[in-house]
Structures are given as C-alpha cells and as structure tokens.
C-alpha cells in the first residue's frame, strides 16, 4: 500500500511533467521543422527515449518507481491542459 502523500506527490510531479513535455514538444516541433523525415524520426525518438529516462527518474528518487493509473491520468491531463491554456493565451484578444 503506498502512502497518501507518496500518491500525492507522483500525481503532482506526474502533472507537472506533462505539462512540461508538452511545451518542451510544441518548442521541439518548431524547431525541426525543416529537417527531413529521418532526422525528424530520429531525433523525436531521442527526445521521448530521453524524456522517459527523466521521468522514470524522477519517480524513482520520488517513490521507489511506484508506476501507478494515476500516473498515467496525470500526465495526460497536464498535457491536455497545456494545450487548452495555450489556445485560451491565444485567442484572448488584445488591448
């Protein structure tokens, strides 16, 4: 059984990572733009092989590598909400 705050935590840092991978992918995008296709191949397995590697990490120094649903759940939903808050940034009209 894992603790209350060990959970907290993994869902926390878990939200926080996909909020980041998702910004740090938007970015990546940007910047390969103009690569041919295997360079862009390459270099997004690279980026996800070493994203994984963070955040296997980070939940390993975290909680003993204690992969859970909701770990997953989070990250989906930081990533997702990334996306929402930059469409909103957006589409706000300027004064």
């Known amino acids: 059984m ?3 705050i060990l959970q907290f935590k993994l869902i926390i840092f878990s939200f926080i990572f996909g909020f980041l991978f998702s910004a740090l992918l938007e970015w990546f995008n940007k ?3 103009k690569c041919n296709t295997y360079l862009k191949l390459l270099y997004s397995i690279l980026l996800v092989m070493g994203m994984t590697f ?4 980070g939940i390993q120094k975290i909680g003993n590598a204690i992969f859970h649903i909701y770990s997953i759940i989070s990250i989906v939903v930081g990533f997702v909400l990334y996306d929402i808050l930059m ?3 957006a589409n706000t009209p300027k004064k």
């Open 87 to 89: 469409k909103l940034i």
């Open 31 to 33: 910047k390969i733009l």
């Open 2 to 4: 894992i603790s209350l």
């Open 54 to 57: 963070i955040y296997f990490v």
